[in-house]
């Protein structure tokens, strides 16, 4: 009874010991399988704009006899994939830093009015051209514990988003105002809006709506995930509402006094 009693008695204890350690190694795994993924996608994303300039290239030297005005075309395809190439490299390494906790926000008194405006007017040109109207409706003097450059970008993505998927006459319509111990943000659009079952997933890293739509439009689909670092790390929250063909808004609140 007592050999039978320690062997059940081991056999429990080593069956524990097995579920433990699997459950232990479950986090692992998916970090793994999360950083293979992003990998698989950062390569696949730069393998295009890699082809286009080694077709051009290879084009080229097979007519060492024209001239640079001759190929100015292949030349600026060149040109537009390398700067493309080059925004995506660095939007991977701000990516890998965060992930690797490498990257920390520069926190200081900073005046969101001031961020959210200075953003605003710089893309107001791009919106005039576009034939977009701009509303802006900012309250002034809201003074937060953030960090500027930061909020700078999350802004430039906000803006950037809306104003390529906003067709002519659109509107964009920023709101910013205090309410008691929060800053509440809003980025409002008339543009082609969200399908219902995607909008769970437009925060993710490379996830894009409309693969046709965006090669016009360009963007690897990382925005949305830095704008949501960018919040977060702030100890705030952005939240989306959007409408198939009626329009998109985001909404971010941030706290006054980041507690990060
Ligand atoms: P992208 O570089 O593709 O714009 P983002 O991460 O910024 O990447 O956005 C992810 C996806 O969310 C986009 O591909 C698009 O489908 C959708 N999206 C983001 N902002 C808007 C918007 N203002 N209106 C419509 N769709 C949007």
Known sequence: II???????????GLAGYYLARLALVPIQKAWERQ?????DAS???????????TNAEIMLRHPENTVEQ????????????????????????LARADANQLEL??????????????????RPLFEIKGLELHVNIEPQIEITGDRERLHQLMVILLDNALKYTVPPGQITITCSRLQNQVLLKVADTGCGILPEDLARIFDRFFR???????ETGGAGLGLSIAQWIVEKHGGRIRVESVPNVGTQFYIT???KSKV
């Open 254 to 256: 941030l706290p006054v």
């Open 36 to 40: 293979q993924q992003f990998v698989a």
């Open 71 to 94: 190929e100015s075309s292949r030349v600026t395809n060149i040109l537009r994939e390398a700067i493309r190439m080059n925004k995506l490299v660095s939007t991977l390494l701000t």
């Open 106 to 123: 520069q926190l200081k008194a900073c005046m969101v009015d001031d961020v959210v405006e200075t953003v605003a007017e710089q893309f």
């Open 209 to 215: 709506g409309d693969k046709a739509r965006h090669r």
């Open 3 to 13: 050999a039978c009693g320690l062997f059940a008695g081991s056999v429990v204890i």
């Open 44 to 54: 696949h994303e730069l393998r295009t704009p890699l082809a286009v300039v080694k």
